[in-house]
């Protein structure tokens, strides 16, 4: 084991100065680190899932949020994400070169792995060359939807036009540790977004289900409309979205809905790589720390960040199945003496099987993809090439406990923007999101009496063009790799 690690961190470096980012390493390896056989393959797999997952958790997740208009810093942050919310960050900063670092890791891990696997495949059986087929396509969409995730926070939105001329983040495809790649276009990037795609969809013969810990073809479709919806091919992202409706429908009450984030179980979920209650990464304590109290008969909150009030605003309290399980009127300790009632996030409390006592745990599967998510697609793409975008959105409502709206115009495309902010709140859509639409924002406080919020930032305004959408690429791979030179983002110096 301590073998790979020291090949995958090197193999990190290759960006330029990206430090070695592998706390979570693959979890079992063999005693003699035979590199030939199936079981080794399956062991390096398993470790490559396991960092993979994490760029859907944790602060991967929640300091993009911080940065949109979706939560408030309360004065008990102490200063966790302070500098995020603040915009008050820079090319040098740590929170974004940790951000990136963890990508260029991941596709590190999982090219070490798809030469590896090249290099024994032809000394093993047929069938278990079958099996390293289906992890080659695994590898290739894992690849794709980490250099995806990369581009939604170092690049502009992809617009067909500019793509071929607008930075793209450095795409890297083998393991070699002297590479140096320029970032290239974002239609580069794409571009072999849409290869690795192709790949993942020939080789991964996995059938979908619920719930699913890897990689299944179902997967590669949902990450497919995905793409589509980015790369403005909406009859292909609506075709894709829509196809996997029956398969995993959605729930029908505010239990099943719970169910999704405190049992990590679901119809609706697509692809969730797994965790144990022994994973020691990914807490979402920013959230909701909550500590049972006997008196109250509820949690009492210790939680730094909160939703804005224009987004508690979204959520119908007496009929909208997410009150409760995605948000909710709950204690919060603002500070000692200072015991307020507001608004908190409680979609990730954690999964209640990970508890060990009445103190929340804070611990939930990322749910990668799952279907909600294709309902929204299908709308918006819909609704940008004509078709029916009131049908997919009113199934989702209808869901969710909600009429039908009978919108149409500009306000239909305002509701499906709701509907969006509603379902996917805190799972690090945010500000992908308000570069698509082309739309800024401006922040405003939660009205709960007594809170007591963070110094600043609670009134920014942000135009839908501000170059500061796009985070900085790490001025430290700037300097140390002289492909890099001149190619930094707008707004950020060198």
Not at 231 to 242: C, G, I, K, V
Not at 278 to 298: P, S
Not at 472 to 492: E, H, T, V
């Given at each position: 084991?301590?073998?790979?690690?020291?090949?995958?961190?090197?193999?990190?470096?290759?960006?330029?100065?990206?430090?070695?980012?592998?706390?979570?390493?693959?979890?079992?390896?063999?005693?003699?680190?035979?590199?030939?056989?199936?079981?080794?393959?399956?062991?390096?797999?398993?470790?490559?899932?396991?960092?993979?997952?994490?760029?859907?958790?944790?602060?991967?997740?929640?300091?993009?949020?911080?940065?949109?208009?979706?939560?408030?810093?309360?004065?008990?942050?102490?200063?966790?994400?302070?500098?995020?919310?603040?915009?008050?960050?820079?090319?040098?900063?740590?929170?974004?070169?940790?951000?990136?670092?963890?990508?260029?890791?991941?596709?590190?891990?999982?090219?070490?792995?798809?030469?590896?696997?090249?290099?024994?495949?032809?000394?093993?059986?047929?069938?278990?060359?079958?099996?390293?087929?289906?992890?080659?396509?695994?590898?290739?969409?894992?690849?794709?939807?980490?250099?995806?995730?990369?581009?939604?926070?170092?690049?502009?939105?992809?617009?067909?036009?500019?793509?071929?001329?607008?930075?793209?983040?450095?795409?890297?495809?083998?393991?070699?540790?002297?590479?140096?790649?320029?970032?290239?276009?974002?239609?580069?990037?794409?571009?072999?977004?849409?290869?690795?795609?192709?790949?993942?969809?020939?080789?991964?013969?996995?059938?979908?289900?619920?719930?699913?810990?890897?990689?299944?073809?179902?997967?590669?479709?949902?990450?497919?409309?995905?793409?589509?919806?980015?790369?403005?091919?909406?009859?292909?992202?609506?075709?894709?979205?829509?196809?996997?409706?029956?398969?995993?429908p959605l729930v029908k009450n505010a239990e099943e809905l719970e169910n999704m984030w405190r049992?990590?179980?679901?119809?609706?979920?697509?692809?969730?790589?797994?965790?144990?209650?022994?994973?020691?990464?990914?807490?979402?304590?920013d959230y909701h720390a909550g500590q049972w109290d006997d008196v109250l008969g509820d949690y009492?909150?210790?939680?730094?960040?909160?939703?804005?009030?224009?987004?508690?605003?979204?959520?119908?309290?007496?009929?909208?199945?997410?009150?409760?399980?995605?948000?909710?009127?709950?204690h919060i300790n603002n500070m000692a003496d200072n015991e307020v009632v507001g608004v908190v996030?409680?979609?990730?409390?954690?999964?209640?099987?990970?508890?060990?006592?009445?103190?929340?745990?804070?611990?939930?599967?990322?749910?990668?993809?799952?279907?909600?998510?294709?309902?929204?697609?299908?709308?918006?793409?819909?609704?940008?090439?004509?078709?029916?975008?009131?049908?997919?959105?009113?199934?989702?409502?209808?869901?969710?406990?909600?009429?039908?709206?009978?919108?149409?115009?500009?306000?239909?495309?305002?509701?499906?923007?709701?509907?969006?902010?509603?379902?996917?709140?805190?799972?690090?859509?945010?500000?992908?999101?308000?570069?698509?639409?082309?739309?800024?924002?401006?922040?405003?406080?939660?009205?709960?009496?007594?809170?007591?919020?963070?110094?600043?930032?609670?009134?920014?305004?942000?135009?839908?063009?501000?170059?500061?959408?796009?985070?900085?690429?790490?001025?430290?791979?700037?300097?140390?790799?002289?492909?890099?030179?001149?190619?930094?983002?707008?707004?950020?110096?060198?």
């Amino acid at each position: 084991m301590k073998n790979i690690i020291k090949f995958v961190c090197v193999g990190a470096l290759a960006l330029g100065s990206v430090s070695c980012d592998l706390d979570i390493p693959p979890k079992t390896m063999l005693p003699n680190d035979d590199v030939t056989t199936l079981a080794y393959a399956s062991s390096v797999r398993g470790g490559v899932y396991r960092i993979f997952r994490s760029i859907f958790m944790g602060e991967y997740v929640y300091y993009p949020d911080y940065y949109s208009d979706l939560f408030n810093e309360l004065s008990s942050s102490g200063n966790r994400g302070g500098m995020m919310y603040r915009w008050n960050i820079y090319s040098s900063d740590n929170d974004v070169a940790t951000n990136w670092n963890r990508h260029y890791a991941i596709l590190a891990n999982v090219n070490f792995l798809l030469d590896k696997i090249e290099a024994m495949y032809d000394g093993l059986a047929a069938e278990e060359q079958a099996v390293l087929d289906v992890y080659i396509g695994e590898m290739h969409l894992l690849r794709a939807m980490t250099l995806r995730s990369a581009a939604l926070r170092y690049c502009k939105d992809y617009e067909p036009a500019t793509a071929a001329t607008d930075f793209g983040v450095p795409v890297v495809t083998t393991y070699d540790v002297t590479e140096r790649p320029s970032r290239g276009s974002l239609a580069d990037t794409y571009k072999r977004i849409t290869e690795d795609i192709a790949v993942a969809e020939r080789l991964v013969t996995t059938d979908g289900y619920a719930d699913a810990a890897y990689v299944t073809a179902d997967a590669v479709t949902a990450f497919k409309a995905q793409v589509y919806l980015d790369m403005h091919m909406y009859a292909e992202a609506s075709a894709a979205a829509s196809s996997l409706y029956a398969s995993y429908p959605l729930v029908k009450n505010a239990e099943e809905l719970e169910n999704m984030w405190r049992k990590d179980h679901s119809t609706e979920t697509i692809f969730q790589p797994a965790m144990t209650k022994n994973d020691l990464f990914g807490r979402y304590t920013d959230y909701h720390a909550g500590q049972w109290d006997d008196v109250l008969g509820d949690y009492r909150c210790d939680v730094a960040y909160i939703p804005e009030q224009w987004v508690c605003d979204l959520y119908d309290e007496e009929n909208d199945w997410r009150y409760g399980p995605y948000v909710d009127v709950q204690h919060i300790n603002n500070m000692a003496d200072n015991e307020v009632v507001g608004v908190v996030l409680t979609k990730l409390r954690g999964n209640t099987e990970f508890q060990t006592s009445t103190n929340l745990n804070w611990y939930n599967m990322p749910k990668v993809l799952r279907i909600a998510d294709m309902y929204l697609i299908d709308a918006e793409a819909k609704y940008r090439s004509g078709g029916d975008a009131a049908a997919p959105l009113n199934a989702l409502r209808a869901a969710r406990g909600l009429t039908a709206t009978e919108a149409t115009g500009d306000a239909l495309f305002k509701e499906i923007q709701n509907e969006r902010t509603r379902e996917m709140i805190a799972e690090g859509g945010r500000i992908p999101d308000l570069k698509r639409w082309h739309i800024g924002f401006s922040r405003d406080k939660q009205t709960a009496r007594g809170l007591l919020f963070g110094q600043t930032g609670h009134d920014m305004k942000v135009a839908a063009d501000a170059d500061r959408l796009v985070w900085p690429i790490p001025r430290a791979d700037i300097l140390s790799n002289p492909n890099l030179k001149g190619q930094q983002n707008p707004g950020w110096g060198e």
